[in-house]
């Protein structure tokens, strides 16, 4: 009778304690996988830079998110979109955020060593061309404009001009990055640059400086509601094939931090502040533009109705402008499936 009691009494222990453990969920699907903070968490590196798009990361790391769920992420910059994909195919970066121009180019390059796993944001708005001593897109002919190339900002530029009856090929394109461009347009190097934040910014708060066109009066804007070439997460391919299931926690993770973003607005303005330096006005007047995409938004975003549809267009575009030969067939590089399961 006494070994029945005690049996009974430990099944009971048993299950209250399962139910006082129960995590918390999100929208990012599910709960915390607690078995995997029980042992060493899983070392990884995100790819980033000093773009606001990349907030959820930032967020996530000091929020303890990725512990919850068993990662221990570092945050590594890399200069650009190509760098970030570069450091993805050499396992340098386990994951990271990037261009969509420079993930198309990488796919028309028959690259394979990674994978599109979403698309986590818009904010259109936030790049644009910037001239100083020139007021109107059309006077631009045979005039220098710097940019980066085979970017969002280089695609549209390329629909500035061309809704005001330019190409690329009327004007003398100088090539640059970052605070670089600034200074391009700072010194004369060009009558007018482009760039996104935090630097496009940096470029409207020059001396005579005017804003000639921004993402949000293109095409690509009018018909999809999102930016030339839209922010996008993509993972190391052979990573993310070694153990699915931890490649799914992963996001999980980073989507439940794409969801704080979401949430949070104010505390947001902190977090990129703290990380960028940045003015917190400044930030803030950016962060306006951000619409964050969680977990459940993917199953309509990564689709032919939303990014699928874009970047068939995006793909064109840099067809015609000679960037790639042709359109690539993205839909091979996605693992969106897992947001259905």
């Known amino acids: 009778m006494n070994r029945i009691f005690a049996l009974f009494c430990g099944l009971l222990l048993f299950a209250c304690g399962d139910t006082a453990d129960t995590p918390g969920k999100s929208d990012a699907g599910g709960t915390a996988d607690k078995s995997a903070t029980n042992d060493q968490p899983d070392a990884i590196v995100y790819g980033g830079s000093a773009w606001y798009g990349h907030a959820p990361v930032w967020a996530g790391i000091r929020r303890g998110i990725f512990k919850k769920h068993g990662f221990e992420v570092t945050d590594k910059s890399f200069g650009s979109s190509s760098d970030r994909l ?8 386990t994951f990271a955020s990037l261009g969509e121009v420079a993930m198309l180019s990488a796919m028309a390059a028959g690259r394979r060593g990674f994978y599109w796993i979403a698309n986590q944001n818009i904010a259109p708005g936030n790049e644009g061309l910037v001239a100083i001593g020139v007021d109107r897109i059309e006077d631009l002919k045979g005039k220098k404009i710097a940019l980066q190339n085979l970017t969002s900002i280089h ?13 690329l090929s009327d004007v003398e394109v100088l090539n640059g990055n970052n605070a670089t461009l600034v200074e391009m347009l700072r010194n004369g190097d060009a009558v007018a640059a482009g760039m996104w934040e935090p630097h496009f910014s940096a470029m409207r708060n020059l001396p005579g400086a005017k804003v000639l066109g ?27 094939d070694a153990d699915p299931a931890r490649a799914k926690r992963l996001f999980r993770a980073y989507f439940e931090a794409v969801e704080w973003c979401r949430d949070n607005p104010d505390d947001l303005i902190g977090v990129v502040v703290e990380k960028t330096g940045k003015e917190a006005d400044e930030v ?58």
């Not at 570069?86 to 396992?91: D, H, Q, V």
């Not at 922010?231 to 391919?237: E, F, G, H, L, Y």
């Open 214 to 240: 921004t993402d949000k009066d293109t095409s690509i804007y009018k018909k999809f509601q999102t930016m030339s070439g839209p922010d996008v997460v993509c993972c190391d391919r052979k990573w993310f």
């Open 284 to 341: 803030k007047a950016a962060l306006a533009n951000f619409t964050w995409l969680g977990w459940n938004a993917q199953k309509v975003n990564m689709s032919d109705r939303r990014m699928f549809g874009q970047a068939q267009v995006a793909g064109d575009l840099l067809v015609e402008m000679g960037a790639i030969a042709k359109v690539p067939a993205f839909r091979d590089w996605t693992q969106a499936e897992m947001f259905f399961e």
């Open 155 to 167: 695609l549209t530029i390329a629909l500035l001009l061309k809704d005001h009856g330019l190409s």
């Open 86 to 93: 570069n450091a993805l195919e050499a396992g340098n970066a």
